[in-house]
């Protein structure tokens, strides 16, 4: 009222407002045996705030029976890994195509534009249109500290549109205007190649002197312990400096019979993990508490021939791509990739991939914090190059450059040594390519060599040499490695140096329908 001129009245409200009452706004309980969908006041426009709840906290803040009757309640219409207000927009689009409403603003996190959470904005275009929206805006309010979006959406009788407070001639689902990304398909080439890591579900985690010491000790069983004891890596250790963090990994399917062979990492893991299991609420987790909560399989599968492979943070504010070793076990915050080329890695590490993720990925709190990038989202639905061998090989040599120089900035040859590790190993373990003067039964020394700081003083200047900083800083050598090594891809793609990244996504973007429709031959253009 103050900002449209009235004056503010000093009486309180004593006549009955009815369109706003007090109840569970999706789900209504009276009748627990039925829940059912509550009927919202009569409204010619809805305007409201939803509760920020992401759909990982759902259970532990409303309970399993609440969530379980709302996913039943709502089925297909909103998926089960939505957040919490994504019910509210699809009740919202449910009331204005039955003609019960005419419009409807919502305020959501600006989550709400990308992964499960962007169908029900999928949804509100289909039956109608948004013509309305502000897709990133600092949310301060009695301690919350977010980013938010703001949607207004109708039956798509609204033709003027405006997107952060510009005219446009559409507004996309993902609250974007331009190439509608939301339309690209994942692509059948693609597949089998981007994995998520595994997650493990205890404290199977060792420091170094424990790796040491369990990597040294016998086994009554045919097989070293180092076919269990491996390094490894989490989204900091790639951004930051490594943490030199092992892990107890029994694989994918081991009985607990044979896992007991492996006598100290068993008798750690069942001192350490089986209380942490046995209090889970599932019972493959509680009855398999040896083995990893989700093992990765397919991603353990896809690499087990690879001399290396590829790795990036699920959430970075830069997009960095690196090599890790093939006995490296991968977190669940890192996406790995099945390929061991320097042409490959320098597709993922180009600008026109980056392009690419950055506007299929999901922000997060704030561009500080970073973007999410995805296997399905960001990489299936890349169009990949098909290049010449002249190509590859400049793609690869690009490559190449970049990943020495950055190695040599974060590990310089004047700060650091060589440290080798030795310990028992199998021919065809995990450590295979280590292993020196093998007996008849395969089993020999493993010799693992790993860069450590010459001395505390060097170790005290490169925890400061880490890649988040480099690319904060972004030192002239950086950006013209980067330059050409965009050069060598935009050329094999057919594309001149300074194309904008809007026309870079609209090609990638025809090429990805392109291909999706099965024109193998499509045109790059």
């Not at 990308?114 to 600092?138: C, P, Y």
């Not at 991939?353 to 299929?360: F, G, I, S």
């Not at 050069?487 to 140096?497: E, K, R, S």
């Amino acid at each position: 009222m103050h900002h449209n001129g009235f004056p503010i009245p000093n009486d309180p409200v004593l006549s009955p407002i009815n369109s706003i009452k007090c109840a569970d706004a999706i789900l209504d309980l009276s009748d627990p045996k039925h829940p059912k969908e509550p009927e919202w006041p009569d409204a010619e426009f809805i305007v409201g705030n939803p509760p920020f709840l992401g759909y990982s906290k759902l259970r532990a803040s409303l309970g399993h029976g609440y969530v379980e009757a709302l996913f039943r309640l709502y089925g297909s219409a909103v998926s089960n890994q939505s957040d919490i207000c994504c019910y509210w927009f699809e009740k919202a689009r449910r009331a204005i195509e039955q003609g019960e409403c005419k419009r409807a603003g919502l305020l959501a996190t600006q989550g709400i534009r990308g992964g499960k959470n962007r169908e029900v904005l999928e949804a509100i275009n289909k039956s109608g249109g948004t013509f309305f929206a502000i897709s990133d805006q600092d949310w301060v309010l009695e301690g919350a500290n977010v980013h938010v979006s703001l949607v207004g959406f109708d039956n798509g009788e609204q033709q003027q549109k405006e997107l952060d407070g510009r005219p446009v001639p559409s507004i996309n689902a993902n609250l974007t205007s331009g190439s509608d990304l939301t339309s690209a398909r994942r692509l059948a080439e693609n597949k089998g190649i981007g994995f998520v890591g595994g997650f493990k579900f205890g404290s199977f985690d060792i420091t170094d002197d424990d790796a040491r010491r369990l990597l040294a000790m016998p086994n009554v069983g045919p097989r070293p312990n180092s076919q269990v004891i491996k390094p490894w890596i989490n989204g900091r250790d790639v951004l930051a400096k490594p943490r030199r963090m092992w892990i107890v990994d029994f694989g994918v399917d081991i009985p607990a019979e044979s896992a007991a062979l492996f006598e100290g990492p068993y008798s750690l893991v069942l001192a350490r993990v089986k209380p942490e299991r046995d209090a889970m609420r599932r019972k493959r987790r509680r009855e398999r508490w040896w083995i990893h909560g989700e093992t990765a399989t397919n991603l353990r599968t896809a690499i087990a021939n690879l001399p290396r492979y590829i790795v990036t943070p699920r959430v970075a504010k830069h997009r960095i791509f690196t090599w890790v070793e093939p006995h490296t076990i991968v977190d669940g915050q890192l996406v790995a990739f099945a390929r061991c080329d320097d042409y490959f890695f320098g597709i993922l590490q180009s600008r026109v991939h980056e392009v690419w993720t950055r506007a299929q990925g999901t922000q997060l709190r704030d561009v500080e914090s970073g973007f999410r990038y995805t296997p399905t989202t960001c990489f299936e639905t890349f169009p990949l190059l098909k290049s010449t061998a002249e190509q590859e090989a400049a793609i690869a040599c690009a490559s190449k450059n970049l990943d020495d120089m950055r190695n040599r900035w974060l590990n310089p040859p004047e700060w650091t040594k060589t440290e080798v590790w030795e310990f028992p190993g199998a021919v065809d373990g995990p450590w295979g390519r280590y292993v020196v003067e093998p007996d008849a039964r395969g089993i020999g020394t493993v010799r693992w060599p790993r860069s450590v700081p010459k001395d505390s003083d060097c170790a005290a200047s490169l925890a400061k040499r880490t890649l988040t900083n480099l690319y904060n800083q972004r030192p002239t050598w950086l950006a013209l490695a980067h330059k050409k090594l965009d050069q060598a891809v935009l050329a094999a793609y057919g594309w001149t140096p300074d194309l904008a990244d809007e026309e870079i996504l609209s090609r990638l973007l025809e090429l990805n329908l392109a291909r999706a429709a099965g024109d193998e031959n499509a045109p790059l253009e």
